[in-house]
């Protein structure tokens, strides 16, 4: 399947279910929700993870409970930041079924393992070598690229998952995860029979660098290269992977964004105010986006009219204005369905990176980078909202900090043992199949219950669910 026809597949997906919403709405409740609040006081309480009736935190003490929740939330964080994905489509369902948590407090736990994981993880990351190249293993390009208009993106899907109908959230999960998955699992076979390839190579010519078309080394191994790399210690290696000016920038997008939510928290939903803020996002946000924009297609020009082939980041794609067209809308809508299904934008920018001709290795660090800026805006906002009880916060969260180290540690030991380089996607390709039976089965039976109940089933009025 090309990437074309996966797009398309994911927009008819979402089409067909977004114009099947007035068909489904119930008609009395459509009327009980305009002539009274009984019907709407119900629907508000509905956000992207479910039926909210009431706060539910129980008690931080050692049970069967306690100890599955651990082990889960252990191998979920481990192999979502592994994958670049997070893992929050295990996370919530994990939280409400066997811990007991509700919905919306169980989501903003989830963001809390999100960052503690991706926290650890790029820690790691930052004293990892390139696996071919003498470059940073985060590519601050891509992140500078991605992560303002993925955080956009997200502002706007949250706002606009107490519009949409929850069983239609359900059916975009299913479709998006499906099709990322299955779409991750194939690009894997294909890295994995690359692989095959370039190790029978290696074997019958030892020593020789070989590299594939695009003249990468897909896999972390251990060979003799024609320039001997320089040995650097530990802290120069960090050191070196670090850019500080473009971190600066980040997280001064990130701050902005902050500034911005908690602000907007505190002012009257649809007020003039209120929209000032909400406005006030885009400048920053398409501004970050435009100058890294200008600036790869500029040296883009400049590397055609002298004849260089070699990538201008760690992305195999060129970039004109259509892939860097491409790209702004792959962010913002990644980010849009991100915050829309309370997925964060792992689940999308994970396989986009891939998608573009981003090395797995690369793309995990990149991604799980960009992912500890969008979480943490969240876990900071739930914070402040106090949405969740600080104890288990603290506890899964130190969970996830462990699990995202020794996560990344495991496999890249695995990958360089095995020498595939795949492994990290096919781990990418199964969290997000897991989450799509986790989140659909959860979603399917609160949608059912709905259903029984005689809930609304339309969307819902913007300003009133705010």
Not at 248 to 259: K, Y
């Amino acid at each position: 399947m090309a990437t074309s026809g996966f797009v398309l597949f994911l927009l008819a997906g979402f089409s067909v279910a977004v114009l099947s919403v007035p068909f489904v709405s119930h008609p009395n409740s459509q009327n009980s929700n305009q002539n009274g609040l009984s019907s709407s006081s119900s629907t508000l309480s509905h956000s992207a993870y479910g039926s909210i009736t009431k706060t539910v935190w129980p008690k931080l003490e050692f049970s069967w409970r306690l100890v599955l929740a651990t082990v889960i939330g252990f191998l979920g964080s481990a192999c979502g930041t592994v994958g670049g994905v997070g893992g929050g489509g295990i996370f919530v369902p994990m939280l409400t079924l066997i811990v007991g948590f509700d919905t919306k407090s169980a989501a903003a736990l989830s963001k809390c393992m999100i960052m503690g994981a991706s926290a650890s993880s790029v820690w790691y990351n930052l004293g990892v070598r390139h696996p071919t190249k003498e470059v940073p293993i985060i590519d601050y390009d891509l992140a500078l690229l991605f992560q303002p208009m993925l955080m956009l993106g997200i502002t706007v899907g949250v706002a606009l998952s107490v519009v949409f109908p929850y069983w239609l959230i359900t059916v975009l999960i299913i479709i998006l995860f499906l099709g990322t998955s299955s779409r991750s699992f194939f690009k894997g076979i294909q890295m994995w029979k690359e692989e095959t390839v370039l190790k029978k190579e290696m074997t019958d010519r030892e020593g020789t660098h070989v590299v594939n078309s695009r003249g990468e080394l897909l896999i972390d191994t251990e060979y003799e290269p024609l320039v001997p790399r320089e040995e650097k210690t530990q802290m120069q290696i960090v050191c070196f992977n670090l850019r500080w000016k473009r971190t600066l920038v980040l997280l001064l997008v990130w701050v902005f964004f902050l500034v911005l939510q908690i602000i907007k928290n505190d002012v009257e939903a649809c007020s003039a105010w209120y929209w000032v803020l909400f406005c006030l996002q885009f400048p920053i946000a398409l501004g970050v986006f435009g100058y890294e924009s200008v600036k790869l297609y500029i040296e883009h020009k400049k590397r055609v009219r002298t004849g260089n082939t070699e990538s201008i980041c760690e992305a195999s794609i060129g970039w004109t204005a259509t892939h860097i067209a491409f790209c702004s809308l792959c962010g913002i809508l990644g980010g849009i369905v991100g915050g829309l299904l309370g997925s964060g934008g792992g689940f999308i920018l994970g396989p986009l990176l891939l998608e573009i001709g981003v090395i797995p290795q690369v793309a995990s660090a990149t991604a799980t980078f960009v992912m500890a800026f969008s979480s943490s805006l969240s876990v900071v906002e739930f914070y402040l909202l106090k949405r969740f009880p600080i104890p288990y916060a603290f506890y899964l969260t130190s969970v996830s900090i462990l699990a995202g180290f020794w996560g990344q540690f495991l496999v890249r030991k695995l990958v360089t043992f095995l020498g595939r380089a795949s492994i990290i996607i096919f781990i990418l390709s199964g969290v997000i199949f897991l989450s799509a039976l986790t989140m659909g089965f959860v979603g399917i039976e609160t949608s059912i219950e709905m259903i029984r109940n005689h809930e609304f089933m339309g969307f819902l009025g913007f300003c009133s669910s705010q």
